[in-house]
Nanobody, 132 residues
């Protein structure tokens, strides 16, 4: 049974930092790309960042580039998202997700994707709230 559990969310002032974690089980974590997504109230889910199965390649959505860092620890089967210089517009429920594609099987020549349709496994989310 595949399980993804996010943690590390909370309330932080603008300009602050939070580190999210996603612990996983039930699949060979080091063989799959992973991603972080978020959904704010009344808005559609959006992809934030993704990392290839090897960890060598990453993608960041434009608004978080330079502020967020994605990483994966294959030995711990854990995905991370380090968030700094947080803004009120970063407020959302954050979800981690596991790709449906084994290793290099993803039809994404440009690198890891934040297209939600590329992911099969989802966590329950952790709330991030950034206050002014």
């Amino acid at each position: 049974q595949v399980e993804l559990v996010e943690s590390g969310g909370g309330l932080v002032e603008a300009g602050g930092s939070l580190n999210l974690s996603c612990t996983t089980s039930g699949f060979t974590f080091d063989d799959y790309a992973m991603g972080w997504f978020r959904q704010a109230p009344g808005k559609e889910r959006e992809g934030v960042s993704a990392i290839s199965w090897s960890g060598e390649n990453t993608f960041y959505e434009h608004s978080v580039k330079g502020r967020f860092t994605i990483s994966k620890d294959n030995a711990k089967s854990t995905l991370y998202l380090e968030m700094s210089s947080l803004k009120p517009e970063d407020t959302a429920m954050y979800y981690c997700a596991g790709s449906k594609w084994f290793r290099g099987g993803c039809p994404c020549p440009g690198g890891p994707s934040v297209s939600g349709s590329f992911y099969d496994y989802w966590g329950q989310g952790t709330q991030v709230t950034v206050s002014l």
